[in-house]
């Protein structure tokens, strides 16, 4: 009987592997040089996981007797590891574009935030929206990402700030989960900011409470699946005490730590993050050079933001510092009403421009330091045998034009796999070849 698998990518102009030792993670001199195989293919079993990387030719005899679902000639274009964003809000109703023009005018984030703009006026829309609206907005925000190469993005709750609106965003996170091809791993944000009419110590003892005790038995049900648990540690926001105490019950019910933390003033949340083993913070404009290193240490991942620094105009995270000191370095979008961007090729520019980071380390943090950020580093972020199949094929020979092109991605991008299949294809690029 001839052996059946779902995808055969042949013969590949470049074929860019990240890594092919099983690392969890790449740092320091292993994110600034990746594996590139030129003139290879790729099989991707029916199981949806990748049964052999190699030469054309050493792949053509090894599965000369094979039958395949799909056969894709990639003469000519490049093929990566489908992105992994690790950082983003994507359920939410009522957009803040006329929040826009008034940063554009000077207002701070937290001027505008204190006016009863920002976050509280996302979550009065949230609220008011029902689960089904919020679900189609939810749906057509992945697409999107999925078109731009994403195969794989954090999703947080966090417009809701109380338990019925958080549940409701996270069924809702759920319900994409299940019925959507794209990879999902979700977080509960309910410490995204103090509830209008509460400090934030009842805040805090009401997640903990209430909230954290209902998701636990959600679990144990089957009915929500939540991944990691998330806290804005900031000044007038959750204080260092809070998001310790936050951050500690939600890991007794088994949650990953991966919170927000050092973005607006240093708060030392890179040690406390560092201390309760968080796998990952995000932001860390105003991290501490003793928070760089306690975070290298504990091998938790620094989610930087290039998107958010360049639209608040805040300074720039210390990606270079952070590379030099050996720090997990991944990236995220942050798409959300503030920062609205669905493209990691664009957030990695970003990066590679303002934060000074490589197009090697800023692929490296796209891919497997995003999905390490996430605890799915040995499912994805790689090409490697055993992993998920999840590809994006550019219509290009060199690889380093996913980020050269600046917003170009629309027109690169030939096809985006998750798990073999092909989820998008991209008619246009068939009859362009990239100037």
Partial sequence: VRERHRLLLENAQQLVLVCGRGERYLRRDDAASLGVLRGASLVVGLDGCIKAVGQADVIRNQFSDATFERIIDCSGKCVLPGLVDAHTHPVWAGDRVHEFAMKLAGASYMEIHQAGGGIHFTVEHTRKATE???FNTFKHRLERMLRAGSTLVECKSGYGLNLETELKMLRVIERAKQSMDIGISSTYCGAHSVPKGKTATEATDDIINNHLPKLKELKLSGEIHVNNIDVFCEKGVFDLESTRRIL????EIGLQIN???DELHPMKSAELGAELGARAISHLEEVSDEGIVAMARAKCAAVL???????L???QPQ????LEEGVIVALGSDFNPNAYCFSMPMVMHLACV???MTMNEALAAATINAAYALGKSDTHGSLEIGKQGDLVIINSSRWEHLIYQFGG???LINYVIVKGKVIYQNEKCETMSSY
């Fill in 132 to 134: 089904e609206e919020l």
């Fill in 248 to 251: 500690q019950a939600g890991k």
């Fill in 259 to 261: 919170f927000h933390g």
């Fill in 305 to 311: 933001l290039p998107t958010t620094a360049y639209m």
């Fill in 313 to 315: 105009r805040l300074k």
């Fill in 319 to 322: 990606a270079r510092k952070m």
């Fill in 354 to 356: 303002n934060m000074k």
């Fill in 409 to 411: 991605h629309e027109a």
